[in-house]
Nanobody, 122 residues
Framework: QLVESGGGLVQAGGSLRLSCVAS????????MGWFRQAPGKEREFVAGVDWSGDITYYADSVKGRFTISRDNTKNTVYLQMNSLKPEDTAVYYC?????????????????WGKGTLVTVSS
């Protein structure tokens, strides 16, 4: 089970930190990712991290603004979002990527949380 938190309303230029807590002993074995879905749009990849936290991946649209990290002792993955823009408004989901699948095909992710809403006002 994955449970996201930390979403909310923020002004453009502001920051938020999302958290995703996973239940289960095997969390530390899986790559984890953040995805988002804006109204009327398809779900898209935002950021991913390997099982150790040493290797990270980012969509071009968030590179340099967002940082993904994880704490395996807390079964938690984070998404620090800075310099937020109105176009970052979406429901943000975390997901597991157990088999090293392409981040750009969300259908290949294994388990999903229910999401947390981020709204960025202009």
């Amino acid at each position: 089970q994955l449970v996201e938190s930390g979403g909310g309303l923020v002004q453009a230029g502001g920051s938020l930190r999302l958290s995703c807590v996973a239940s289960g002993r095997t969390f530390s074995s899986y790559a984890m990712g953040w995805f988002r879905q804006a109204p009327g749009k398809e779900r898209e990849f935002v950021a991913g991290v390997d099982w150790s936290g040493d290797i990270t991946y980012y969509a071009d649209s968030v590179k340099g603004r967002f940082t993904i990290s994880r704490d395996n002792t807390k079964n938690t993955v984070y998404l620090q979002m800075n310099s937020l823009k109105p176009e970052d408004t979406a429901v943000y989901y975390c997901a597991t990527n157990r088999y090293g699948s392409s981040w750009y095909d969300s259908s290949l992710m294994d388990f999903w949380g229910k999401g947390t809403l981020v709204t960025v006002s202009s």
